[in-house]
């Protein structure tokens, strides 16, 4: 069974420092990884997605992501945050032959002025 | 551009009592999914379908039913809420699910509380 790990459940960011979100996946087949952002009282917004094409995936808002094979790992990151950053962002990783989607805890970003 | 609509926004069910939860999407989706989302644990996947008039249940089923009649909705019944159920519901859809790496399109969700 597949699974995916965010490490920190919570991030505190300064504004205009670099973001890292962590996600760690299993799976015994390559598979589709998507990071979701969700802002408060709303539904979840793609950010990016990997679908086995380049490894470094750009997405929007200035967030990008780097498929690691060797480190089972889809982390996200964003060179400097913004205040509209703050959200709880969601790894989650689909099989290529499935089509259900295994989410992460969550990771909520805080960032500081 | 509505998208994935999902009514009510908001309710509060007694122990016991039934309701229907509504999902609506104009994107001409094939696959439809719902959600709970709870503190620490992401989202878990309740029932999904691949299709109008098919079902399947997905991680956490026990205590939902579904129904997908028309292919632009899916509902989510509970037939006797429990405090466990209380949670936040997303609805999702997507164009297909097999291969594509398609994106799932999320509602704004439904707040439910049990007392």
């Known amino acids: 069974a597949q699974s995916v790990t965010q490490l920190g459940s919570h991030v505190s960011v300064s504004e205009g420092a670099l973001v890292l979100l962590r996600c760690n996946y299993s799976?015994?087949?390559?598979?589709?990884l998507f990071w979701y952002v969700q802002y408060p009282n709303q539904g979840l917004q793609l950010l990016l997605k990997?679908?086995?094409?380049?490894?470094l995936v750009k997405g929007i808002n200035g967030f990008e992501a780097e498929f690691k094979k060797s480190e089972t790992s889809f982390h996200l990151t964003k060179p400097s945050a913004h205040m509209s950053d703050a959200a709880e962002y969601f790894c989650?990783?689909?099989?290529?032959?499935?089509?259900?989607?295994?989410f992460g805890g969550g990771t909520r970003v805080l960032v500081k002025p | 551009n509505a998208g994935v609509t999902q009514t009510p926004k908001f309710r509060v069910l007694k122990t016991g009592q039934s309701m229907t939860l509504l999902c609506a999407q104009d994107?001409?989706?094939?696959?439809m999914y719902w959600y709970r989302q709870d503190p620490g644990m992401g989202l878990r996947l309740i029932h999904y379908?691949?299709?109008?008039?098919?079902?399947a249940k997905g991680e956490v089923p026990d205590g939902y039913n579904v129904s997908r009649l028309k292919k632009q909705n899916f509902l989510l019944g509970l037939e006797s809420a429990a405090p466990s159920q209380t949670s936040v519901y997303f609805c999702?859809?997507?164009?297909?699910?097999?291969?594509?790496?398609?994106?799932?399109?999320f509602g704004d969700g439904t707040r439910l509380s049990i007392l």
């Open positions: 799976s015994s087949v390559p598979p589709y």
């Open positions: 379908s691949v299709g109008e008039g098919t079902t």
């Open positions: 999702a859809s997507s164009l297909t699910g097999e291969g594509a790496g398609q994106p799932q399109h």
């Open positions: 989650a990783v689909r099989k290529a032959a499935g089509n259900k989607l295994t």
């Open positions: 994107m001409n989706h094939e696959y």
């Open positions: 990997y679908t086995s094409a380049a490894t």
